[in-house]
Structure formats: C-alpha cells, structure tokens
C-alpha cells in the first residue's frame, strides 16, 4: 500500500504541472524515453531529459532528496511540436516545463505571463539577448523566441511563430527570490535552445551562451 500511495503521489504531481501550464498537450503519438529510480540527484544524468538540460542547474532548483527520477517526452511536428521535460525529487517535490510553437507575439506573450498566476506571484523580473525574451514570476519563468515551424510560411500566422517555454517548481525548492528566478530562467533557457533544433525551427535564431543575468539586467 505504501508504494501505491507514493506511485499515486508521483502521477497526481505530474498531472497537476501538466494541467495547470498554458502549453497543453494534444491529441497524438508520444515519443518518451526515461530515467528511473536513480539515487538522489547527484546521480541523474549529467544533462537530463535526453541532453535538454543540465543536471546542475536542476540542483540548484531541487531539494536534496534519496531518490530522483527524469523524463523527457516530444510531439507532433512543425506548427504541433512541443518537448516537455520533468525532473522528480522524491514525491514532494517536481521541476517541470514544456516548449511549445505557438501563434503569439512577443507583446501578448509578455502580457499574459507578467499577470500569469495573480498579484500572489509578485512582480516580473526581465531580460533579454539576441532577439530572445526571457520572464520569471514566483515559482515560474518562460521564454520567447521567434521560430518560423519546419515547412511553414511565416505569413500564415496571424500573429508571430515563436517557440514559448513554460517551467515551474511544485512543491519544496531549494532556491527563492531572485535565486529561484534565476535557476528557473536558466532551466527555461536550455530546454528552449534544446527544442528549437529539435523542433527545427528555420528562422536561423541564434543562442548566446547564456542570458544576462538579473543583477546585469
């Protein structure tokens, strides 16, 4: 009964980031692989959901927990693409975020996200590089970067191609403040250069080693 009870807590956590992020998922195939059971995070892979991000920035978001699982899932194709990647620490704590294509400019994107979650989210710290627009509030960040689909025309859309992440901690964080901003930023940021080869994206969008940090911005 106790392992079904902490299998349950693992599902119950997932579906919870899943349902409660802008990026939803669609009907389709899913192709997923996966880490399981390894011991505390220390010994996740060194870049985790299949080289999307680096296992020391999940440290710095995670607390110290005896076991850690990761997962990493990608969908559909062009205009439908979306990666998403979750990093388990024990069954108290989850680091989630998905990438996806969407239809919107940077102006609605910014929008949205600097209300995202009410007044309880306190204000947005930003910043940006090279085109790339990053926001973090609470125990969220996003990023956009403008990303025309593979095979599509970018007059088709009614507003801008971009590919937007989304990632949040849910439950216990190592971090907070402008500590936590940060590592959910950077996180959002490798999942994003991870997803726009992946999702080829044709508009020739390039990537600085990282983004300025908050203190620089």
Known sequence: MKMRASFLMRKNIKMLALGSAVLG??????????????????????????????????????????????????HGAGD???????????????LSGEVKIQDSSRQAWETYYKSYGGPSQGSAEQTSASGIYALSRGKFASIYVPCVPSGSN????????????EVRVIGESRASGLGLHQ???????????????????????????????????
């Open 25 to 74: 998922l669609t009907a389709g195939s899913w192709i997923s692989y996966q880490q399981l059971f390894t011991k505390g995070l220390d010994h996740l892979p060194a870049e985790v959901c299949d080289g999307a991000a680096r296992r020391d920035t999940v440290i710095r978001l995670l607390p110290d927990t005896r076991s850690a699982e990761e997962d990493g899932e990608t």
């Open 80 to 94: 439908t693409f979306m990666f998403g990647c979750h990093v388990y620490a024990g069954d108290d704590s989850l």
């Open 154 to 165: 970018p007059d088709d859309a009614s507003q801008a191609y971009a590919l937007i992440s």
């Open 183 to 217: 590592a959910l930023t950077d996180f959002a940021y490798e999942l994003t250069r991870h997803a726009y080869d992946l999702g080829k994206c044709e508009n020739g969008q390039s990537f600085p080693d990282k983004l300025p940090r908050w203190a620089e911005s």
